[in-house]
């Protein structure tokens, strides 16, 4: 009895020795990524954006994205989605590297890669539009080339100098002739008026004759369905949802920066919104938890990291409110990509995006959502458009609201503001 006792001892302490080295690794696992510098944050943004956008951004430049990208969609037929989900993609993907792509080159390695990608994209973008490609955009059937055109048309006002000019001028008439042509259609109204406003906007600034009245509609209505503090009604009626993040605030304020050079919107109206978007930025600052996860809510929320469109954008134009330091942006959106994207949970085996939140989850997308739509998840990496010199790279960690909140340390009280 005594022997047997002591079998089941050494038997119980042989099974508890691993226990400890494990818990202690990832006790320094946890240590080391919250202490990573910005570098090291920076390294892995562009490696998390890389390995999100290549395979779009590659294959468009070799005439090979309808041919490789699956088209995934809820109910498992690609019909229909096969006409729209690729300009999605592209469309959604450059609004996204578009701030990192014009940034000047440099010898370092993430310069040769960005170097590289700004050499496909251009590639790209020329196949987009060439009737010889096997890749050329549809721009003409269907309602949702409006939406996507639009976000191609962001990209081209965050990155003029590197996606815009170097095109040659067969490529740019082809451009704006594709976003003239959408004009014998119309999309929902809510965010879509958006869409239409954006890319009148553009075509307004490159010297084209703009529809006056969808871009007057898109100013004027969203600008009536502002409800405060932030938040703008998606149509008549109140959703909550992401896409104030989405969509509404930066559009916005994309829209009417571009619009005030041309005298169609005012100074005032632009900042009004600006400080709109930097306010909602402060909401999506608030609901990263401190593990870097945060809630899964309302629709199309297999846009995954889209959700910190305002927070980003707010980042990258140096605008975040004066509570909020660049470095707990930069730590807090670290570890929501680190949740999302460190591990393959969300592509499949070639690479492409799956259909769902943090997996493969077809349940959740939205009849509208296929393989393109999910590439908004880029608009989350605006801040890399910031060099590596500066105060959101180079500042010490820093701890976000949610995260100082659940430690018991001090942190700021929110109250409604009205702009």
């Known amino acids: 009895m005594k022997k047997m006792n002591c079998l089941v001892l050494l038997l119980v302490a042989v099974l508890l020795l691993p226990a400890v080295p494990v818990q202690a690794k990832n006790k320094k696992e946890k240590a080391e990524q919250e202490m990573s510098t910005g570098a090291q944050d920076r390294e892995q943004w562009v490696k998390w954006l890389w390995k999100i956008s290549y395979p779009v951004i590659h294959n468009l430049a070799e005439g090979t994205l309808r041919k490789n990208m699956p088209i ?33 080159d440099d010898d370092t390695e993430e310069g040769k890669l960005r170097k590289q990608m700004r050499e496909e994209v251009l590639k790209g973008l020329k196949n987009a539009v060439d009737p010889a490609s096997p890749d050329m955009l549809n721009f003409t059937k269907q309602a949702q080339p409006i939406v996507d055109a639009a976000y191609v048309v962001h990209a081209f006002l965050r990155a003029p100098k590197a996606l815009w000019e170097p095109l040659d001028d067969v490529t740019k008439k082809r451009f704006l002739d594709s976003f003239k042509a959408l004009r014998d259609r119309t999309g929902a109204y809510n965010n879509w008026l958006l869409f239409t406003g954006l890319t009148e906007a553009f075509l307004l600034q490159q010297g084209e004759k703009a529809d006056q009245f969808r871009l007057r ?31 509404l605030n930066p559009m916005m304020v994309a829209m009417l920066e571009t ?84 591990g393959n949970q969300n592509f499949d085996a070639d690479g492409w995006l799956v259909l769902g939140f943090n997996g493969h ?29 500066d105060p959101f790279w180079t500042d010490a960690p820093a701890d976000w609201t949610t995260k100082k909140a659940w430690a018991g340390e001090p942190f700021k009280k929110d109250y409604k503001v009205e702009y």
């Open 217 to 247: 509609v898109s100013k004027n209505k969203i600008q009536e369905w502002y409800v405060g503090d932030g938040w703008y009604s998606d149509g008549s009626k109140f959703s909550m949802d992401y896409y104030n993040s989405y969509v």
């Open 72 to 104: 995934e969609s809820p109910s498992g037929n690609p019909a229909g989605y096969d006409e729209i989900t690729h300009l999605e993609a592209v469309g959604r993907t450059l609004a996204g590297v578009a701030p990192w792509l014009a940034l000047p």
């Open 259 to 342: 619009l005030v050079p041309l005298r169609w919107a005012s100074q005032k109206e632009y900042e009004q919104a600006l400080n709109r978007m930097i306010r909602h930025a402060e909401f999506c600052e608030r609901i990263i938890g401190p593990d870097g996860t945060y809630p899964a809510f309302g629709r199309s929320v297999t846009y995954r990291t889209a959700a910190f469109q305002s927070l980003a954008d707010a980042a990258l134009r140096h605008k975040l409110p004066e509570e909020i330091k660049p470095a707990q942006v930069r730590c807090a959106l670290t570890a929501v990509h680190r949740n999302m994207y460190d």
């Open 361 to 389: 989850q077809p349940n959740i997308a939205d009849g509208y959502t296929s393989t393109g739509s999910l590439y908004m998840a880029t608009l989350s990496f605006l801040p890399l458009g910031l060099p590596a010199d």
